[in-house]
């Protein structure tokens, strides 16, 4: 029995698994207005697949927000969230990403040493969790922020917003993207397991 592209079902395609399975160990976190004029959100095009993010507690400071669209291989088009902060501390993190009929998870910051994380900019499609900012300014011109990561900030015109710290607990996020300066990882595990949640 075959799937639609040929393969055997129950079988691996280890070259498609490597190519999906690398990017998303690499990157993870935490959080919709979209952008009119379609700006780029990443730096680069997307894979076909998004992937989710649970943590028990996120902290963050130099905060912003605004609206983007990442951009896939094959020229899709996907609204997100583009959340940028300049340092983060990340508690109980867990990331998972499909993989046919498999489901890549990856753990960390699970003890004492949560994950770490510098110039964090994640492009998210869909997040859960509660919420709190210090100093925050909601409506700002999205081309005016200055408070997040350097250069993050989106289309002069259009909605944005920042906050001096931002802290979140019982995040649950759908992302296409995430680039960051420095990610540690501490007590970092990864394995075929089930999706975060």
Not at 37 to 55: E, L, M, N, R
Not at 73 to 78: L, V
Not at 170 to 182: D, F, P, S
Request: hydrophobic content about 40%; charged content about 20%.
């Amino acid at each position: 029995m075959t799937d639609s592209a040929g393969a055997p079902l129950g079988r691996v395609r280890w070259k498609r698994f490597a190519a999906i399975a690398a990017p998303a160990a690499i990157g993870a976190g935490a959080m919709v207005f979209m952008t009119a004029q379609g700006s780029i959100a990443s730096s680069f095009a997307v894979s076909g697949s998004s992937f989710k993010v649970s943590a028990d507690r996120l902290v963050g400071d130099g905060f912003v927000q605004y609206g983007g669209i990442d951009t896939d291989g094959e020229g899709g088009k996907h609204p997100v969230q583009v959340s940028g902060i300049k340092s983060a501390k990340i508690y109980d993190m867990c990331q998972s990403v499909k993989v046919g009929p498999f489901t890549l998870r990856l753990t960390a910051g699970t003890g004492n040493a949560p994950v770490e994380a510098s110039d964090l900019v994640l492009d998210v499609e869909q997040l859960k969790a509660d919420a709190t900012f210090s100093n925050i300014e909601i409506g700002r011109d999205a081309g005016t922020l200055d408070k997040g990561p350097s250069g993050s900030k989106g289309t002069a015109g259009m909605f944005g917003q920042q906050a001096d710290r931002i802290e979140l607990r019982g995040v649950q996020q759908t992302a296409w993207a995430t680039t960051a300066g420095t990610f540690k990882l501490n007590d970092l595990h990864m394995a075929l397991g089930d999706e975060c949640f």
